[in-house]
């Protein structure tokens, strides 16, 4: 409900988790701090999540590519309670109702060379 009400749609649910597209960096980062916050209140765990923007291939209702591949590798660094987005996202996410704290170059699995991070929060 938070992804549609935010302009996104649910792509794929992976065990306990959710991969969602949204055409605009924004919202996304609105929904992914709606979502973290709401999630106690519905009796679910603390939820973390990763954005990273960029272009996907579309195939079946589904994305693909690397753009998809780092989002989940920043979801899966990014720790209980938070939002944490990539450099490209931050950057064309500000809008002066989000602010983004830098946390460094991360190293993720898989990534050739470490990412600057950011977490995410509403201003």
């Not at 009400?5 to 792509?11: E, L």
């Not at 055409?23 to 999540?49: I, K, S, Y």
């Not at 109702?97 to 977490?119: A, D, N």
């Amino acid at each position: 409900d938070i992804s549609r009400s935010r302009g996104g749609r649910p792509v794929r649910w992976l065990g306990d988790g959710g991969m969602f597209h949204f055409r605009e960096p924004r919202t996304a980062v609105l929904a992914g701090l709606d979502m973290v916050q709401r999630a106690p209140a519905v009796n679910l765990p603390p939820a973390h999540v990763g954005i990273h923007t960029g272009p996907v291939i579309a195939q079946d209702g589904d994305v693909y590519g690397r753009t998809v591949n780092l989002a989940a590798r920043i979801a899966a660094y990014a720790q209980a309670g938070q939002v944490v987005v990539s450099e490209e996202t931050a950057r064309r996410s500000g809008d002066g109702r989000l602010r983004f704290e830098p946390l460094g170059p991360v190293g993720l699995k898989g990534v050739g060379e470490p990412l600057p991070l950011y977490q995410a929060f509403r201003e």
